[in-house]
């Protein structure tokens, strides 16, 4: 299991004052699974879900949980990369259908728990 920490913009954030934040956050789950799901770390994966929404100045974080085979060799970069990979967009930055990622401020790290 390993975390990925993502920070969406504008959409994300207005979506939070609509008060349909989960809405949001449960298409983008679907694109997110649907990303490593179509990815070159798709063997190894088994899913992902959401460990925590956080508002902050930038819009929302939003913390995925990614779930891979017991004794993979897939690494914390190769998961960045997967991700990184399954953006779109014209600058590959948005996880459809409309919210847009900081990928300066994609971070992969091991769970804390």
Known sequence: MLILRIFSGI?????????ITFLNVYVNL???DIIFANSA?????LGVSVE??????MGMEVEF???????TS???TDIQDAFISGLTGRDMDFVDPDSRVLRQMINV?????
């Open 52 to 57: 925590e929404i956080t508002n902050t100045t």
């Open 109 to 113: 790290t091991l769970p804390s728990k």
């Open 11 to 19: 959409n994300f954030l207005v979506d939070l004052y609509k008060t």
């Open 74 to 76: 897939v690494t914390m």
């Open 41 to 45: 770390i798709s063997d190894d994966y």
């Open 65 to 71: 949980r990614v779930d891979l085979l017991y004794g």
């Open 30 to 32: 679907i694109q997110v």
